[in-house]
């Protein structure tokens, strides 16, 4: 499976998967995830949790898809939000609104959770350790190019940073719950990396 692919799913099903898969992120994106339970998320889509197992291979491989897929949902609504005329720093806030929110959380609190998984067992999640950097990464360093005027080599560095401050304070936030301390961090930070650089530095 090619590391930036998402998780394979069986070929004879695959047109099924796929609405399901759909019909999940919308649901997702619209509602949240609730007790983060495969039950709960069949149950919404009108079918059983052992359907999406079926289709997906098991629990972890349906996870994965479905991440997979709001990663790349998010990554395009944010693509057009900047294009509307948000400068960079307005943009990282009004994302970190959307990925802090109370019905959004869930949704970071599984990746981390998955996370953990993909980390003990890197064989089977390859494919989900090389998107939730790379595809992110790829697309922040373009703004930065677009947007600050920096070179590819130096934009790739402050993705890097942009999204490891972002993901890290998002685990802070759901570890610790403190909303309006995480918040504060990243609005210095996002006027940090905003600010241009200092002459003579």
């Known amino acids: 499976m090619p590391k930036s692919s998402p998780p394979a799913i069986d070929r004879s099903a695959s047109e099924q998967a796929i609405q399901l898969l759909d019909a999940a992120t919308e649901h997702v994106l619209a509602h949240g995830l609730g007790d983060l339970s495969l039950r709960s998320v069949a149950e919404a889509l009108g079918t059983s949790h052992r359907m999406l197992i079926y289709y997906f291979g098991s629990g972890d491989g349906f996870w994965q898809?479905?991440?997979h897929r709001i990663r790349h949902a998010e990554q395009a609504a944010r693509q057009r939000?900047?294009?509307a005329g948000m400068d960079p720093q307005a943009a990282m806030v009004a994302a970190w609104e959307r990925y802090?929110?109370?019905g959004y959380l869930p949704i970071m609190q599984l990746m981390f959770e998955i996370?953990?998984?993909a980390i003990r067992d890197r064989e089977r999640f390859s494919g989900f350790l090389e998107d939730v950097i790379g595809?992110?990464?790829a697309t922040l360093a373009a703004r930065l190019q677009r947007d600050q005027g920096l070179g590819a080599a130096e934009a790739r560095l402050r993705a890097r940073v942009e999204l490891a401050t972002v993901r890290g304070l998002l685990l802070d936030l759901v570890t610790t719950g403190d909303r309006k301390g995480t918040t504060?961090?990243?609005k210095y930070f996002a006027a940090?990396?905003?600010a241009p650089p200092q002459a003579g530095k």
């Open 192 to 194: 940090m990396m905003a």
């Open 81 to 83: 939000m900047e294009v």
């Open 115 to 117: 996370y953990g998984r």
């Open 65 to 67: 898809a479905l991440l």
């Open 135 to 137: 595809s992110w990464t």
């Open 184 to 186: 504060a961090a990243l």
């Open 100 to 102: 802090s929110a109370p």
